[in-house]
């Protein structure tokens, strides 16, 4: 390692070593927060999801299916991934809060890193944001040629069809 590796290493150890119960603390109510946010929004999703089954058994094809062929489904897939996204990126601006000073020799506290995050929550938002939205704009072209495959070849039957005899229509997909 060289020498100015080493020097940065050990000056974030030794950062850490002072911070590291305010990093804790702070994971600590990012993951409150994060449980209090993402549990009624789950709670929702499978309350629409059941009510769709009108009394009968929920298998994986009806979840697919309602993630995937409803606008609602496709929606909530999408903003559900974009909320985790954006709580995952507010939490580490928080720990980075703590960390940057804390490698300087001063200290922020708990509260100053939530606020810190608070602050900046709609920056960061719209990051992540951005991030959502080139990210499925690179994906289009895939979800696209998969669906036309699916389309063209696969939707006469199901899955374990096309495992067990193995049609031409299958391995042609494959």
Not at 17 to 32: F, I, N, P, Y
Not at 56 to 80: E, H, K, S, Y
Request: charged share 10%; with cysteine; net charge positive.
């Amino acid at each position: 390692m060289s020498p100015t590796i080493r020097s940065v290493v050990t000056e974030v150890l030794q950062g850490l070593g002072k911070s590291w119960r305010d990093l804790v603390l702070t994971d600590l109510a990012c993951k409150v927060v994060a449980f209090a946010v993402l549990t009624p929004a789950t709670v929702l999703v499978l309350r629409s999801l059941i009510s769709g089954a009108e009394g009968r058994v929920i298998a994986d094809v009806d979840i697919a299916t309602f993630f995937l062929t409803t606008p609602i489904g496709v929606l909530t897939l999408v903003l559900g991934g974009a909320l985790l996204v954006a709580i995952t990126a507010l939490e580490i601006a928080c720990l980075m809060a703590i960390a940057v000073p804390a490698s300087r020799g001063s200290a922020l506290s708990v509260t100053g890193a939530l606020a810190f995050g608070v602050a900046r929550a709609v920056p960061v938002l719209r990051l992540t944001a951005n991030m959502i939205v080139r990210l499925l704009a690179g994906l289009l072209p895939f979800l696209i040629a998969a669906g036309v495959t699916y389309w063209a070849l696969l939707r006469d039957y199901d899955i374990n069809f096309y495992l067990a005899v193995r049609p031409p229509a299958g391995l042609g997909a494959g």
